[in-house]
């Protein structure tokens, strides 16, 4: 079974991106896969700066987060748009994961990712989508899965489960997880 971790770009208190994590993680529960669901807020890292890396070292919740990627063969991005770009949050998760040299591996080349964002907009975060790609793809050598899904006037778009309401999204999703699922594990 393909192991799958997920998490939003987000911590605020009823983010719209963790509302999609949550659903994704419910999903591949229920396509044969396994999923781990967590949450950044767990993992409390200061801002990137080179400095203070040379003095004090990464932070063991850097190490924990890259052991996390490293025990799953794929892993899910649920991202808000934050001006047209990511989340400085995801951003800064992501710069010292890929500094922290223990444990040994690189998450960002054993991993197939995909990713997905939210926002009330009509554009549903697919302009923070691109610069996330960006960074996963030309700045850390990642495979991320061309399908990705952007979920516009999300405020509106989970029902009182949390389970997406419009049927399109819904088809994207499967789709996009379906294909995360075969691609998970092909690096390794």
């Known amino acids: 079974m393909k192991k799958i971790l997920v998490f939003a770009g987000s911590i605020r208190s009823g983010a719209l991106s963790a509302k999609l994590a949550a659903h994704v993680a419910r999903e591949l529960s229920l396509m044969d896969a396994g999923s781990t669901l967590i949450s950044l807020a767990d993992y409390e890292l200061p801002i990137y700066n080179g400095d203070l890396e040379k003095e004090e070292g990464v932070p063991e919740n850097a190490k924990k987060l890259k052991a996390q990627m490293l025990a799953h063969q794929g892993v899910y991005i649920a991202s808000p748009e934050y001006n047209a770009s990511m989340p400085p949050l ?8 890929s500094r922290a040299k223990e444990p040994a591996g690189n998450p960002y080349k054993q991993c197939t990712f995909a990713l997905g964002a939210t926002s009330d907009g009509r554009f549903g975060g697919y302009r923070g989508l691109y610069h996330l ?11 991320v899965i ?28 499967k789709a996009q997880l379906e294909k995360l699922i075969a691609m998970a594990g092909v690096l390794v």
């Open 90 to 97: 995801l951003k800064n998760a992501i710069d010292w994961i």
């Open 133 to 143: 790609r960006q960074s996963l793809e030309l700045g850390l050598g990642a495979l």
């Open 146 to 173: 061309p399908e990705q899904v952007a979920i516009a006037g999300a405020g509106s778009a989970f029902d009182e489960r949390g389970a997406l309401k419009d049927e399109g999204n819904q088809k994207i999703l």
